[in-house]
């Protein structure tokens, strides 16, 4: 029997949400991403019942940022948050259909800005079609909730406190984009590599083969174990857009990991700084 995870509250599966999507306090997020901006006209096909649309990368981001994918600044935050109908003290769930991976960023979003009950659907919207999930074409009626952020600036560093980390040898880097990347091999930017002495965890290794579930705990604690990641020192975590190093940041979480924190400035902010300063390594 596999060992179980850490931080099981973090995941939900279809069973639970069949039994809990309708319920007074429960607030489904549909995630489905898609960078032509399909996804809202998925969700309109055919969604859980009661679920809202959110688009991670309007809804929760700062759009005025001249980095790319920051998150929202806390007033512009909790004006999405109202519009989507999550209100202080709910439980919301998060799911796509893209290997969780925009499900883990819009967790982390919320859990920056306080919300403590974030749920992810283990194996997203083909779970729920699979366990024969009730879909729904109707609109959703989203009643007025107050919002207030209140933020763990821990989950989130910006390069100066990366820096900082490097020297001080305090924390550890993990790169979640592909070893090609990683290696240098490809990618965008005015330089290729990785973060100097950064660990590297795919974030593709972070699924369950044929399927879109998460790999089980002990098959987790292997992918993460064998790059090098230790629970005990804190864990920062970057790619190219916020998103896998996102689920790499959830599944660390999951995992028991305690202190974890995303940089979503990334690689295209590391790499267009001066190299003395931020170093790279190929």
């Known amino acids: 029997m596999s060992t179980p995870h850490v931080r099981p509250e973090l995941l939900t599966d279809a069973v639970w949400l069949a039994e809990n999507h309708d319920r007074p306090g429960v607030r489904v997020l549909d995630a489905r991403w898609r960078v032509d901006g399909s996804g ?12 809202v649309y959110v688009d991670w990368a309007a809804d929760l981001v700062d759009t005025d940022d001249p980095l790319p994918y920051q998150l929202a600044k806390p007033a512009s935050f909790a004006a999405a948050m109202v519009r989507l109908g999550v209100g202080d003290g ?7 259909d893209t290997y969780s ?44 909730v ?10 989130r560093v910006e390069a100066e406190q990366v820096r900082e980390a490097l020297g001080s040898g305090g924390a550890q880097i993990i790169d979640a984009r592909t070893p090609a990347e990683y ?22 290794l972070l699924v369950q083969d044929g399927s879109q579930a998460l790999p089980a705990a002990d098959d987790l604690a292997r992918i993460v174990t064998r790059a090098g990641v230790v629970a005990e020192r804190q864990a920062i975590t970057y ?12 599944c660390l979480t999951l995992l028991g990991h305690q202190d974890v924190a995303l ?16 170093p790279i390594e190929s």
């Open 40 to 51: 809202r006209r998925q969700h309109a096909e055919g969604h859980v019942p009661g679920s």
């Open 90 to 96: 709910m439980t919301v769930v998060v799911l796509d």
């Open 101 to 144: 991976l925009y499900a883990a960023r819009v967790w982390w979003s919320l859990q920056f800005y306080g919300v403590q009950s974030v749920r992810v659907l283990d194996g997203g919207w083909p779970a729920w079609l699979e366990a024969g999930g009730p879909v729904s074409t109707a609109a959703t009626d989203v009643q007025p």
């Open 146 to 155: 107050a919002f207030s952020p209140d933020g763990a600036p821990g989950l």
């Open 183 to 204: 290696l240098g091999q490809g990618g965008p930017g005015p330089r290729r590599g990785h973060i100097s002495r950064a660990l590297n965890v795919p974030a593709a």
């Open 239 to 250: 790619d190219a857009v916020g998103v896998g190093a996102a689920k790499l940041a959830f």
């Open 263 to 278: 940089y979503d400035g990334g690689w295209p902010d590391w790499a267009a700084r001066d190299e003395t300063d931020y």
